[in-house]
């Protein structure tokens, strides 16, 4: 079994053609990936029974063979009823519509080559047709008490639909397995409950009571390390949520993700993001804990939200309980003060007075509501303390869902009983972060390239010298100095640090970055030098790898010059630097690490509460290139002209090897 790299696409409503040029696009950009998910409606409406398809139809075109997709696909129903022309392929093929094209079942369950399990659940809920004895088949839009039933009973078994054989006890028993778990679910609906514990902001207010029990019921028993929906909204929008975990399962890590349309209608204003790239592992009970993320929240699935405590003392004459009736329904005899309804509580009301046009909530940025009206204004971080407003991240350890005076990180480096200590460090918000791109102070005149993961810039004050300076004997002769730094876009404290299955695409771009800049050097007659400070305390900030040219004569010593200046600052290098790394996974610890010329890594491992300077990189290769004045980087920044000037003549040297091009 090995790792898959898996493509997760929204509704295509129809714009099969077009689908799939987009899904080449970003598989030869970004590939290859293994396999592809098309979520919610693929065909969209169906045309009426008494007319027929075309034969320069998509959907005809598909299923005759004449319109291919480039990758393996596998779609399902959304929320309208299956073309009849797909429902007669499905019924002689069993799901093969077309070569890489293949429709899953409303229930189906699927186990790749790589031995990733793939739970479906198709179709729309209706709560008057829910209970009924039948199974829907695909001239229905809906699914049944009986479609989750039989979707539950699949994940028992571990065959695929060719190796099948109930000819013997033996062989069902072989064919069983003792969990449900999939590692990803498909659907069309949300599960209730999917918003609470969470602070991340929903596109429209209404998608906070749209989710569905049965679902939620689907994913308490598979436990779905990835779900993805396409119903959120209509039309769809995309929303993300935190990690959850399931810990009575070794920490079983679920996340949720809904994305909007490729195709049909749009939400006004920029396009909803319509797909999600990511690679995953099979997992097994010998399989190693996964590390906790550090923005996780609470489980919504097994977990309620803290309701209002009730009031015990003396009713007043003439009031009446909210609880006197069904629950979220006012109590007999109450009528809304603003429309006299009984039906809903003033609160609920459509006729309560809404913001004109262009007001913005000044807690969530959203439209539509009132500040006393915000869904997060109560809101609760996974520490128990205020949840944070968006776009805020603790300094600490990274996480979004609480502010650094409630992180246990920060509050594990401020122990100790000296008088007079300091307090807790100053939060870091999109503004203060120098590498967020979110942030509006963001020195973005220097930035060189950006690919789907991470972005290269030159830093401010960079060691090589490129105007006053240039013609020192040691200074490299790359275009634009060639000191850079590779910065993944979403900010993580260190490499490290990103959950192990988000992070293999970032490392993946940032090693082919640095394969780019290596190649870059080379033809300028100089080599590269690569390190990270991967601080994991109250200081730390946003995860980056700097990369430093180096004259070809320089190379050999930078080991040296290394070992001997950590032997003068009491820093010590791991003998075996992949098993240093491996320990600080997750998370666990900080460290130094440098990529040497030759490929080779000199690891450090930094000790809690112990010095180390972040200038230590700076310090070693100044050092090598005879260069003691350039230090101090604010000593060497220059005007926002030069800068520019630089980046020019690097772009247009960087361009030949930038792999984002």
């Not at 998509?58 to 009823?81: D, F, N, S, T």
């Not at 004895?133 to 049944?144: C, I, K, L, M, W």
């Amino acid at each position: 079994m090995s790792t898959a790299k898996v493509l997760t696409v929204g509704s295509a409503v129809g714009s099969i053609r077009d689908l799939f040029t987009k899904i080449k696009s970003i598989d030869d950009k970004h590939g290859k990936f293994d396999l592809v998910l098309c979520l919610g409606d693929f065909f969209g409406p169906p045309k009426d029974a008494a007319e027929a398809y075309e034969e320069d139809h998509e959907v005809m075109q598909l299923l005759e063979g004449r319109l291919e997709a480039p990758v393996e696909c596998y779609i399902m129903q959304g929320e309208y009823p299956l073309p009849a022309p797909v429902i007669e392929k499905f019924a002689k093929t069993g799901g093969a519509l077309s070569k890489n094209v293949f429709l899953l079942h409303k229930s189906g369950v699927l186990t790749t080559a790589q031995g990733i399990r793939i739970a479906c659940l198709a179709g729309v809920y209706d709560s008057s047709l829910y209970a009924s004895e039948d199974v829907h088949g695909f001239a229905s839009p809906h699914f049944t008490s009986k479609t989750v039933e039989k979707l539950l009973a699949n994940t028992m078994t571990t065959s695929k639909p060719k190796q099948q054989n109930y000819t013997s006890l033996a062989s069902i028993h072989s064919s069983t397995t003792s969990s449900q778990h999939v590692d990803i679910l498909i659907s069309n609906a949300w599960p209730s409950g999917i918003t609470h514990f969470s602070s991340a902001p929903l596109p429209i207010p209404e998608l906070a009571s749209i989710g569905v029990e049965p679902v939620a019921e689907v994913v308490r028993k598979t436990k779905p390390r990835y779900h993805f929906a396409s119903g959120g909204g209509h039309p769809p929008r995309f929303w993300e949520r935190e990690p959850y975990t399931w810990d009575e399962d070794n920490g079983r890590v679920s996340r949720f993700v809904s994305l909007g349309a490729f195709g049909g209608e749009q939400p006004s204003g920029k396009k909803p993001r319509w797909f999600y790239a990511f690679s995953i592992a099979p997992l097994s009970p010998t399989s190693e804990p996964q590390p906790k993320p550090a923005n996780a929240t609470q489980n919504p699935f097994l977990h309620r939200p803290p309701k209002r405590p009730l009031d015990t003392g003396t009713q007043q004459p003439g009031k009446r309980s909210r609880t006197d009736g069904p629950e979220g329904k006012p109590p007999s005899g109450y009528k809304c003060k603003i429309c006299e309804s009984p039906d809903h509580f003033l609160t609920d009301c459509p006729e309560r007075e809404k913001p004109h046009e262009g007001y913005i909530c000044r807690i969530c940025n959203e439209p539509g509501h009132f500040i006393r009206d915000c869904p997060v204004k109560n809101a609760v971080g996974d520490t128990g303390g205020k949840k944070p407003r968006e776009g805020y991240v603790c300094r600490a350890c990274g996480s979004e869902l609480h502010y650094i005076q409630d992180c246990p990180v920060a509050n594990q480096t401020g122990t100790g009983g000296r008088q007079g200590k300091r307090g807790p460090p100053k939060e870091i918000a999109p503004d203060e972060c120098w590498f967020c791109l979110s942030n509006p102070n963001l020195a973005k005149h220097l930035i060189v390239s950006i690919g789907s993961e991470c972005y290269v810039t030159l830093p401010k004050g960079q060691i090589i010298p490129t105007h006053q300076g240039a013609n020192h004997p040691n200074a490299p002769r790359v275009p634009g100095g060639g000191h850079v730094l590779i910065v993944p876009i979403t900010h993580y404290p260190t490499y490290l640090s990103i959950p192990p299955d988000l992070a293999e695409p970032i490392v993946d771009e940032t090693e082919k970055y640095k394969a780019a800049l290596r190649a870059m050097y080379a033809k300028h007659g100089a080599a590269a030098v690569c390190f990270e400070v991967g601080r994991m305390s109250a200081k730390g900030g946003h995860a980056h790898v700097q990369v430093v040219p180096i004259p070809n004569k320089l190379k050999n010593a930078v080991e040296d010059a290394f070992n001997e200046e950590a032997r003068a600052l009491n820093v010590t290098f791991e003998d075996d630097p992949d098993e240093a790394l491996r320990a600080c996974a997750g998370g666990r610890g900080g460290y130094f690490r440098v990529d040497l010329p030759d490929g080779r890594k000199m690891v450090h491992l930094m000790r809690d509460h112990g010095p180390f300077s972040i200038q230590f990189g700076r310090q070693v290769l100044v050092s090598i290139l005879g260069m003691a004045d350039r230090f101090d980087w604010k000593a060497c920044t220059q005007s926002e002209e030069e800068d520019k000037e630089d980046v020019a003549v690097f772009k247009a040297a960087f361009a030949p090897f930038d792999p984002s091009l």
